[in-house]
């Protein structure tokens, strides 16, 4: 499996995200390598972290609501949870965590600790476009930071 994202301009901020494709994260899953299952990119919203999750033709199929705010750190003894929901956002169907590690491991590594649920019963290739936009999560919001 391969997951790709290609150096954007202003990329990450969610005020920006939703006017232009240059200023919104965006993956690209493949797997087997070449082979696109398929893609997530961010969608802009005041100050909160939404996300599609969509198929190898582009069409949308679950939508990741984030939290409004994230507090992260060894003081701070919370998951931070992005929400998987059907794509009219009423209904959650699973979830996407950063979860909290204790705090000496928060305090003195860089290592962190993921879970994702979903339902048993999604494609395989939306599976795999999940653990894409797992990446893209911790690549947006938990990584960079020096501890």
Known sequence: MKVSR???????SPWFAGCCDCCAHEV???????????YVKQK????KSPYEIMDE???PVLKIKGPRFIF????????????????DGTNQVGSLSKVYSG?????FTVADNFSIKFPADLSVKTKATL???LFLIDFTYFEGKKK
Do not use: R
């Open 57 to 59: 033709n582009q069409e």
């Open 28 to 38: 690209t899953v493949e797997a087997p390598i070449g082979t696109v299952v398929g």
């Open 44 to 47: 802009g919203a005041f100050g």
């Open 72 to 87: 992260d750190g060894a003081l701070c003894p919370c998951d931070s949870e992005f929400k998987l929901l059907t794509l």
């Open 131 to 133: 653990i894409g936009a």
């Open 103 to 107: 705090f000496a491991k928060e305090m």
């Open 6 to 12: 290609d150096l954007k301009v202003c990329a990450g």
